[in-house]
């Protein structure tokens, strides 16, 4: 009954750092989503991917790559970490773009 | 440019009372629309939905109305519970806007349900 896992749960970094963010999900489904959660700001779509393959740019995409490395898994790097990029982050997916997405618990990202 | 507004930030209720969570948008072209709901240290989960040639749902305890004249839906639970406490997002969709898989959320309602 796994559903969405991301590891890890808590990270620090320093400024300048790099980080990948891992999430894998167990439902077969096609789409998978990341998005990041700031106070105030609700929850803002970073990269998705429609189906295997393929990625695309949400909201706000600077900052970030993303690779979708099989259906099941969808990754997301921070190559050189900013204190801007402090947020919880969390990873989702779908059957199919328009179905509700199921999401992870979340990475809480911290970067000094 | 906030396309998905809560403009409440918090509501408070007692046990037993009707809650209801209300929510803005802009776009014209959304044509479906979400509520999750979020506990602390969880990720959101999905509560209920609506389609835009709708304007009536319900699941139980949970009812979403939408007004697409006024480009507003609110979200009522009959009767609250202290379990409801929790984070409520609105989240919107688009599937002819050409953006597809982008849902736009609201910036969330904390709901506290007074026992």
């Known amino acids: 009954n796994a559903g969405v896992t991301q590891t890890p749960k808590f990270q620090v970094l320093k400024t300048g750092q790099s980080m990948t963010l891992q999430c894998a999900q167990d439902?077969?489904?096609?789409?998978m989503y990341w998005y990041r959660q700031d106070p105030g700001m609700g929850l803002r779509l970073i990269y998705y991917?429609?189906?295997?393959?393929?990625?695309d740019k949400g909201e706000v995409p600077n900052g970030y790559n993303v690779s979708r490395l099989n259906k099941r898994e969808f990754s997301l790097r921070l190559e050189s970490a900013a204190p801007s990029q402090t947020s919880v982050y969390f990873c989702?997916?779908?059957?199919?773009?328009?179905?509700?997405?199921?999401f992870g618990d979340g990475t809480r990202l911290s970067i000094l | 440019d906030q396309q998905v507004k809560q403009n409440s930030p918090s509501l408070s209720v007692q046990e037993g009372r009707i809650s209801i969570l209300n929510c803005d948008y802009t776009?014209?072209?959304?044509?479906?629309f979400l509520w999750y709901k979020k506990y602390p240290a969880e990720g959101p989960t999905f509560l209920i939905s609506?389609?835009?040639?709708?304007d009536k749902n319900e699941d139980g305890r949970f009812t979403v109305f939408l007004n697409k004249s006024a480009k507003h839906l609110s979200l009522h639970i009959v009767p609250s519970q202290p379990g409801d406490s929790a984070v409520y997002f609105c989240?919107?969709?688009?599937?002819?806007?050409?953006?597809?898989?982008?849902?736009?959320f609201g910036q969330g309602t904390t709901l506290q349900v007074k026992p």
């Open positions: 609506i389609s835009s040639i709708k």
């Open positions: 989702a997916s779908s059957e199919d773009r328009i179905q509700p997405q199921h």
């Open positions: 439902m077969n489904h096609n789409s």
């Open positions: 991917s429609a189906s295997e393959g393929t990625t």
């Open positions: 776009n014209s072209m959304f044509d479906y």
């Open positions: 989240a919107a969709y688009s599937p002819r806007s050409g953006n597809t898989g982008k849902l736009i």
